[in-house]
């Protein structure tokens, strides 16, 4: 089978950092799907993976972290799929990535893929759509079923590709009030029409800005982009007794001291905890899935997609590897389709 990978750890622009590959196809055991990859989503995480480092790999690492296929296979103990299923899934952090034709996946953190998109327009939502989920619904609190109503939400880093999803469910799901970040004019125009009522930047003072919008503070503050550099001014919004959660590793420590006279809370969301422990609830990130397909299927949510490159191969994710190092991508990159050679 097809697959895109690497032996050494390079800078993107490094002519071995990713490689075109001829790698045996694998087979499924247990609760794991065959899935016949037909696109797959880049992530700030795949970049991460990929930075450069001095090991060797002796076989071929293969990375990616969001994918939409049709099942091809599946274990003695798959109860959840069979052949000729469409899905959509992010896979495990501690397993070979979707990188490739034909990828092994625990059925119990893939989806149904949504019926009214095609495989590309699917496979930007997995990762992110995780996330978001678990930040809003399970990290922060927020009701999914409306009954925080207009309460305030920031979400910090609102074009990218989480910020994408986390402003439609904080909108179309929970019915809160959304102020998103965006530094330019197409990346505001972006988290407008995805929903969010007021826009401000990141690179600006954000207090500042909040009390210019006549907000006394947000009861959640969602952080998508650099926790250090907004740490202070978090603590400074949040309203007390609220709740911030944060999806980005610190440089330094975080001075929880700041949120005590508030008596705010502090949540990790971390996308990939429960398949890296196989938590009991694993089977969550299916169910979550699946009521995401159903939302997009319902209209209520729509793909993220921003960018499409074809096919997938290792000149195509370079490409899309250098833009998400840019830091400034809105929405997600899809790369399609295996070609034809
Ligand atoms: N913990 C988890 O489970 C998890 C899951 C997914 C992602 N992540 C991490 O979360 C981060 C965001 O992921 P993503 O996929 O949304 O990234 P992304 O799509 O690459 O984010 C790009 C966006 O970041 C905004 N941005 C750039 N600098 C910023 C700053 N200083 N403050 C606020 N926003 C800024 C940009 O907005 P402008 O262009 O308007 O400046 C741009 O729209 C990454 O570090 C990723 O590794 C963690």
Request: hydrophobic residues 45%.
């Amino acid at each position: 089978m097809k697959a895109v990978g690497l032996y050494k750890y390079l800078a993107i622009h490094e002519a071995n950092s990713l490689l075109d590959l001829e790698l045996p196809k694998p087979s499924p055991a247990g609760r794991e799907i065959l899935v016949r990859v037909q696109a797959i989503a880049v992530n700030p995480v795949d970049t991460k993976m990929r930075a450069p480092q001095d090991k060797v790999e002796e076989s071929p690492r293969i990375l990616g972290w969001d994918a939409a296929g049709v099942v091809e296979d599946v274990g003695q103990d798959v109860s959840l799929f069979r052949p000729g299923d469409e899905v959509f899934y992010a896979g495990s952090f501690i397993r070979p990535g979707c990188n490739c034709e034909f990828h092994l996946v625990d059925e119990r953190i893939a989806g149904g893929k949504p019926e009214s998109l095609d495989f590309v327009h699917a496979a930007a939502l997995p990762l992110t759509s995780i996330t978001a989920w678990e930040a809003l619904f399970d990290r922060l609190g927020i009701d999914p079923d409306g009954a925080d109503h207009a309460r305030h939400l920031l979400v910090i880093g609102g074009a990218g590709g989480v910020g994408s999803v986390a402003v439609q469910f904080a909108k179309q799901v929970a019915d809160l009030t959304v102020t998103a970040t965006a530094s330019r004019p197409e990346s505001q125009t972006w988290c407008r029409e995805l929903g969010a009522d007021y826009i401000i930047n990141h690179y600006l003072d954000i207090p500042a800005q909040v009390n210019e919008l006549g907000i006394d503070g947000y009861d959640y503050i969602l952080c998508l982009n650099d926790t250090d550099e907004h740490w202070q001014a978090m603590a400074a919004v949040i309203v007390p007794q609220g709740r911030i959660c944060s999806i980005v590793e610190t440089a330094a420590l975080v001075d929880l001291g700041a949120l005590k006279s508030k008596s705010a809370t502090f949540a990790w969301e971390f996308m990939f905890t429960r398949s890296m422990y196989e938590t009991d609830d694993m089977i969550e990130q299916h169910r979550l899935l699946d009521r995401v397909a159903a939302l997009v299927d319902e209209g209520k949510i729509r793909t993220t997609v921003n960018r499409v490159l074809e096919p997938i191969n290792a000149k195509n994710l370079k490409t899309a590897h250098a833009e998400i190092e840019s830091h400034h991508t809105i929405g997600k990159i899809v790369l399609n389709g295996w070609g034809t050679a």
